[in-house]
């Protein structure tokens, strides 16, 4: 079945470190996208990627990077610089320029600070 | 851009209660309209769609009708169970003349409990 991976479920940052959350789809789609959920809240779009090599800042892209080198693949990383990244981030996937359809998502990851 | 308002949380029902979760809208032209679910510690999950004036979205019991004239795409059920407890959001595409960049505008979300 096609779907979107995360991994892993949960992960735990130090002080200064950076982490990088993966994200690998075999659906064929050619957007991507990263939200950061926090507890009681909606979804907030970190970034998004319409297509292989190209990626855009969302809403709150400050301490966050990504690439986008293959099709399947969107890795996130929380850098140091993002001071509070304890959050629940969720990957999606849709077809771009097509109206009616919706995102595919994973089952998240759960960052925390040690 | 385009934006919901989703119905504030949390919903607390009995078993077998009836259920709607109200959620509004504002958009350029006429977007398609979605309600995802989320259970406990997953992502979300397309629950039901909707792509036009009229259209009555249903999925495991769950209805919802796109409302041109009141903006609107409230989620009905009839019966809840405990099994429905989870996390729901009202989403729609930032779509401009016809063609969607992929994003999509979520609501807040609404916490619905449901106790046996």
């Known amino acids: 079945d096609g779907g979107i991976t995360q991994s892993p479920k949960y992960l735990f940052r130090k002080e200064g470190q950076n982490v990088t959350l993966s994200c690998e789809q075999n659906l064929n789609h050619d957007a991507m996208y990263w939200y950061r959920q926090d507890p009681g809240q909606g979804l907030r779009l970190i970034y998004y990627?319409?297509?292989?090599?190209?990626?855009q800042k969302g809403d709150i892209a400050e301490g966050y990077s990504v690439s986008r080198e293959k099709k399947e693949s969107f890795p996130l990383t929380v850098t140091s610089a993002q001071k509070n990244p304890t959050a629940f981030y969720l990957c999606a996937s849709s077809i771009p320029g097509r109206v009616n359809q919706p995102q595919h998502f994973g089952d998240g990851t759960r960052l925390s600070i040690l | 851009g385009n934006s919901v308002t989703q119905m504030e949380g949390p919903v607390t029902l009995s078993e077998e209660a009836f259920l709607t979760i109200n959620c509004t809208y504002t958009a350029t032209g006429y977007p398609s309209l979605f309600w995802y679910v989320q259970y406990p510690g997953e992502g979300l999950q397309l629950l039901l769609k909707?792509?036009?004036?009229?259209d009555k979205g249903s999925n495991k019991g769950f209805e919802a009708t796109y409302r041109k004239e009141t903006t609107s795409f409230h989620l009905e059920k009839g019966s809840v169970q405990v099994s429905d407890s989870a996390v729901y959001f009202c989403a729609l595409p930032d779509s401009a003349g016809g063609t969607s960049y992929g994003k999509l505008t979520f609501g807040q979300g609404t916490i619905l409990t449901v106790h046996p």
């Open positions: 909707a792509t036009k004036a009229d």
């Open positions: 990627s319409q297509i292989v090599n190209d990626f």
